[in-house]
T-cell receptor
Framework: DVKVTQSSRYLVKRTGEKVFLECVQD?????MFWYRQDPGLGLRLIYFSYDVKMKEKGDIPEGYSVSREKKERFSLILESASTNQTSMYLC????????????FGAGSRLTVL | KQEVTQIPAALSVPEGENLVLNCSFT??????LQWFRQDPGKGLTSLLL?????REQTSGRLNASLDKSSGRSTLYIAASQPGDSATYLC????????????FGKGTKLTVNP
């Protein structure tokens, strides 16, 4: 089975801190995604990467950046955390062709105080 | 712009009942449609993926259908069990090469013993 592993299940950070959320997948998937999920708003795509060092903005990229230096790892960076970035963050990966089933990690619950 | 709607937002049924969850989308130009399950505080688990050329997919007690022309998909759950209680989300992948899925906000299902 494909595994998508998110490094932290729960984080508590202070406003203004730099935050790194790490995601690793073990099936050589080309595509990797970062979503955030908020009650009433559903899943919203932050950033997407289709190859090493390649990225595309999603629907809500403001306040976030990403890094993909290796195929298996996709990092989400909050340069200066703010309280409105308190959320559940979900990483996912998929093949780029065929039945590209999206596989999600368990999620990282971030609280910014 | 593609929009995905799931109605109702919540559904409560007694154990053993057969039930149908609905998903509608505004643009029929889709590559595929996926159904996911999400347990509270967890990531999403892919249940079924239907390619645009397919009419339905089955897995165990689950059957998903797709009617592209009318912009609808249904997830049929047979003989529901308390363990089926979760939020069910559908997502479409638009045609045109985009890897970005468009998600509905989900239907929260409660199966009462």
């Amino acid at each position: 089975d494909v595994k998508v592993t998110q490094s932290s299940r729960y984080l508590v950070k202070r406003t203004g801190e730099k935050v790194f959320l790490e995601c690793v997948q073990d099936m050589d998937h080309e595509n990797m995604f970062w979503y955030r999920q908020d009650p009433g708003l559903g899943l919203r795509l932050i950033y997407f990467s289709y190859d090493v060092k390649m990225k595309e903005k999603g629907d809500i990229p403001e306040g976030y950046s990403v890094s993909r230096e290796k195929k298996e790892r996709f990092s989400l960076i909050l340069e200066s955390a703010s309280t409105n970035q308190t959320s559940m963050y979900l990483c996912a990966s998929s093949w780029s062709s065929g039945a590209n089933v999206l596989t999600f990690g368990a999620g990282s619950r971030l609280t910014v105080l | 712009k593609q929009e995905v709607t799931q109605i109702p937002a919540a559904l409560s049924v007694p154990e053993g009942e057969n039930l149908v969850l609905n998903c509608s989308f505004t643009d029929s130009a889709i590559y595929n449609l996926q159904w996911f399950r999400q347990d509270p505080g967890k990531g999403l688990t892919s249940l079924l993926l239907i390619q645009s050329s397919q009419r339905e997919q089955t897995s165990g007690r689950l059957n998903a259908s797709l009617d592209k022309s009318s912009g609808r998909s249904t997830l049929y759950i047979a003989a529901s069990q308390p363990g089926d209680s979760a939020t069910y989300l559908c997502a479409v992948r638009p045609q045109g090469g985009s890897e970005k899925l468009v998600f509905g906000k989900g239907t929260k299902l409660t199966v009462n013993p």
